[in-house]
DNA sequence: TATGCGTAGT
């Protein structure tokens, strides 16, 4: 009897240090606690599960509570916040149904773990099929699902309904209004609240740092009743976000109580400024580190292209961190050094998704998809993240329906996913899948932001759809995104391109922030619709108001003089793209130059400007001198370049037939006969039904 | 006696 309770309560304080370790990080030393008890009972298996889950190791968590002899409720609902915490909600619902009992806090589990995911109405059946008096926690965790996700009305009406609302409920609110930098809205709702206590007044002082004015937020801070660290590293933390370090530095100094959070926002500041001598000096001054300070250290010196230092404190690391050896292979992927990224990633012995995530789209990015799939379907667990990076890997490499393959077999999609599809189809010049796709996104109850509408105006300007482009800019405008510069831009394009200038010009003059994008949409378009003079003036009216062009802009400039006819002033702007604004010259520039001196009958001149081009003539140039020369009936120079052509295009059909028609015309008949051998020679034959050029 | 949910800091 005597040797049974203490043994009990040997298991009693091995479970307390076994939870201990694991909240401060020492996972392996928990871990090895754990596999020598001599006894354990339910409750070490339970801290164990938490521990594994909270350090990462979903897997192992779940192998754990699949092995433990015996479960509580508490097990079930360990595992279950276990899934949610990663995301997994189809495993924590199956858990949920599985259970042979619940308690409030399984029911509360469920409607955080749909919350989180954005799941809201499914959050919200939850939470209504609660029987009984539905707890505080459950009504709170609700409330700041709304509250997070943007839905304010939703939250507040819910806090009004539940029957005893707690200081938390509040709270809840108002972290959601201050995320959301409604600072007025915020300060309104602060007022109100019936009582507050600390994190209230913290969440306060966090909204007026957002809004930036840090002289209001100091003043905020000397009203808060009793202020603790994390006040003091709110503040700590707007000085360093505004790169303010000497007014940091004191604020830090004055500090009455620092802790290593306190610490770590004083080195991130240094490292945000790639203040490196500085940044190291606090890290050694530190009186202790955790993970988040070595990686900060180790993304610092790869923000400053420093990675060799980045290798040296990473490797004076005591324990292991997959963040920071994270940092390090993002830094040799953005070097191009793929081999040494892929050596940190074998060395990483737990792997969380963003590493696993990191090291595909470094292989994404660089074009290696065949290893960026292979790790993608060794990836155990992967995220949304994952998914989307594959689909917009594919999709960028031109490999469209792959993308629209995996894009299918997702199980859950979010605004990215579908983002990444309809852009990709964009890309690939399927405007019609792109928008199709658009209405499914709707069904799926996903909401479309900027990019979404960006897209879909594009694929409009595209098929020339006045009218679909015309219901986009309605969303637009009942969404509130008209006045970000981005699809601001797409509907000017759309409008441009579906003949509409005026429309487009309105668009553009109704715009808040107009940028270069939107400035060369504008002068593409009146290009583009015929009108060379407007397309010029905007342009002056561009420099006037002290834009600077770019390559871009001198692409629509030079194709107004072209459409327009306007020889002088066109060489005259392709002379100074280069000796005014320090612009280099593409192939696109040389095309719009060739089609200029084309139109003008100047051919020879044309010939001579892409034979003294710096880079290699691409087809689009070649192509402008054989299109002039058909005008002009140059038999010569159409010879030059259709060869070059035929270089670039072997297969295209269209090339060879203008060739043939030129020389019938300048009554060269063997030269017919040559160019229509080349094309039995090449295998390329006119398709029928297509006489004349094309 | 412990373990699992809801509001503030890197």
Redesign the pocket.
Not at 166 to 172: A, F, I, M, P, Y
């Given at each position: 009897m005597a040797a049974a309770?203490v043994t009990?309560?040997a298991?009693?304080?091995t479970?307390?240090e076994i939870?201990l370790l694991a909240r401060s990080g020492r996972m392996a030393a928990a871990r090895r606690l754990f596999e020598e008890m001599p006894r354990r009972?339910?409750?070490?298996?339970?801290?164990m599960?938490?521990a594994l889950a909270?350090s990462g190791r979903l897997a192992e968590a779940r192998r754990l509570f699949e092995e433990m002899p015996r479960r509580?409720?508490?097990?079930?609902?360990?595992m279950?916040?276990?899934c949610?915490?990663h995301g997994r909600v189809e495993d924590a619902r199956e858990l949920f149904d599985a259970m042979p009992a619940l308690?409030?806090?399984?029911?509360?589990?469920m409607?955080?773990c749909y919350a989180?995911a954005g799941e809201l109405a499914l959050a919200r059946e939850v939470l209504d099929r609660m029987p009984g008096e539905k707890?505080?926690?459950?009504?709170?965790?609700m409330i700041?699902g709304y509250a997070?996700n943007g839905r304010f009305d939703d939250a507040v009406t819910l806090l009004r309904e539940m029957p005893t609302p707690?200081?938390?409920?509040?709270?809840?609110v108002?972290?959601g209004l201050?995320?959301n930098e409604d600072i007025s809205r915020s300060v309104q709702f602060f007022n109100k609240m019936p009582e507050k206590?600390?994190?209230?007044?913290?969440?306060m002082l966090?909204g007026y740092v957002r809004a930036g004015d840090l002289e209001l937020a100091n003043a905020f801070f000397a009203r808060i009743p009793s202020p603790?660290?994390?006040?003091?590293?709110?503040l700590l933390?707007g000085y360093c976000r505004a790169g303010r370090m000497g007014e940091a530095r004191e604020l830090f100094d004055r500090m009455p109580e620092?802790?290593?959070?306190?610490?770590?926002?004083l080195l991130?500041g240094y490292v945000q400024l790639s203040h490196m001598e500085e940044a190291y000096k606090v890290f050694m001054e530190m009186p202790d580190k955790?993970a988040?300070?070595w990686t900060?250290m180790v993304s610092g010196y790869v923000r400053a292209g420093k990675l060799q230092e980045a290798k040296d404190v990473l490797s004076k690391m005591p324990s292991d961190s997959v963040a920071a050896k994270t940092a390090l292979m993002h830094g040799y992927l953005q070097s191009n050094l793929i081999d040494d990224a892929r050596q940190v990633f074998d060395g990483i012995g737990v792997r969380d998704a963003v590493c696993w995530n990191t090291m595909i789209s470094g292989y994404v990015k660089c074009g290696m998809l065949d290893e960026a799939m292979v790790l993608f379907q060794q990836m155990p667990n992967k995220d949304m993240v994952s998914w989307n990076t594959m689909i917009a890997g594919y999709a960028q490499d031109g490999q469209i329906r792959k993308a629209a393959s995996i894009f299918r077999k997702m199980n859950r999609r979010n605004t990215v996913s579908w983002n990444s599809i309809i852009s990709g189809f964009v890309q690939n010049g399927l405007f019609v899948e792109a928008l199709q796709h658009f209405v499914l996104m709707r069904r799926d109850a996903k909401s479309a932001d900027w990019s979404t509408y960006a897209c879909c105006l594009s694929a409009c300007a595209n098929l020339a759809a006045l009218h679909l482009g015309r219901q986009f800019h309605s969303l637009l405008v009942r969404n509130g995104f008209i006045s970000d510069s981005f699809p601001g831009n797409a509907l000017i394009s759309a409008y441009a391109k579906c003949g509409r200038i005026l429309e487009a010009r309105q668009v553009f003059d109704e715009m808040v922030g107009q940028d270069i994008v939107s400035w060369n949409a504008l002068i593409d378009g009146y290009a583009s619709n015929g009108n060379g003079a407007e397309a010029i003036a905007v342009f002056r009216e561009m420099e006037a108001n002290g834009v600077r062009p770019d390559e871009i802009t001198l692409v629509g400039v030079l194709s107004a003089c072209s459409h327009a006819g306007i020889i002088d002033e066109g060489l005259h702007f392709f002379s100074s793209m280069i000796k005014l604004h320090s612009l280099k010259p593409v192939a696109e520039h040389y095309a719009c130059m060739v089609d200029l001196l084309g139109r003008a009958g100047r051919l020879r001149e044309a010939f001579e400007l892409v034979q003294g081009m710096q880079t290699q003539p691409n087809a689009g140039v070649w192509g402008a001198l054989l299109g002039a020369c058909h005008v002009h009936k140059n038999h010569e120079i159409a010879w030059l370049a259709a060869e070059k052509l035929f270089e670039l295009e072997p297969r295209k059909t269209s090339n060879y037939v203008l060739l043939s028609n030129i020389s019938v015309e300048a009554g060269k008949w063997d030269d017919a006969d040559k160019v229509r051998f080349l094309m039995k020679e090449r295998c390329v034959y006119k398709p029928p039904g297509l006489a004349g050029s094309t």
């Open positions: 309770k009990a309560s298991v009693f304080r479970n307390q939870k009972n339910v409750v070490s298996y339970n801290v599960i938490s909270r509580n409720l508490v097990s079930w609902n360990t279950m916040a276990a949610s915490q308690d409030e806090f399984s029911w509360t589990i409607v955080s989180q707890c505080v926690a459950c009504y709170n965790t700041s997070k707690h200081l938390v409920s509040w709270n809840s108002l972290v201050i995320r206590d600390l994190v209230s007044w913290n969440l966090e603790n660290v994390i006040s003091w590293v709110k933390n620092r802790n290593v959070v306190s610490w770590n926002v991130a955790n988040i300070s900060t």
